[in-house]
């Protein structure tokens, strides 16, 4: 026999109200009109967070990371993606912030995140390079 269901109390708001009872951490709330939450299955949801809270970005280089992120991501999705341009967006990332673009890399070089060998083989590269000028300085 199933147990019986404890009464919920009423909570009532005003218009546009936003009432959670218990945890929201980790979820998306929305509110206006018609908004509709799409799930993230993005590998780098995490990097754009880290683009987003960065705090020696100045608000335009926040958006161009965005961008190029955005950009090479569509293109390391396609089955043969061009190798010149995902080196140019990782080359723009490096100059943008370097520490974000580690994380792009061990992303694009993660297993779980099933993208081509080829962008894996960008990724290997540009980490090499990455070093050789850290090295250099």
Request: hydrophobic share 40%; glycine share 6%.
């Amino acid at each position: 026999m199933s147990k019986p269901r404890k009464p919920r109390s009423s909570i009532q708001a005003g218009d546009r109200s936003v009432v959670i009872g218990g945890n929201a951490s980790g979820n998306i709330i929305i509110t206006g009109d018609g908004n509709v939450a799409l799930p993230s299955s993005s590998p780098f949801e995490p990097v754009y967070r880290q683009i987003a809270e960065h705090p020696n970005l100045l608000p335009a280089e926040k958006a161009d990371a965005r961008a190029e992120l955005q950009e090479l991501e569509t293109e390391i999705r396609k089955p043969e993606p061009d190798v010149s341009f995902l080196e140019r967006r990782l080359r723009n990332l490096r100059r943008i912030a370097p520490d974000i673009l580690d994380v792009v890399l061990a992303t694009i070089s993660s297993p779980a995140a099933g993208f081509s060998m080829v962008a894996k083989k960008v990724a290997d590269k540009m980490r090499a390079e990455a070093s050789q000028a850290g090295g250099a300085s």
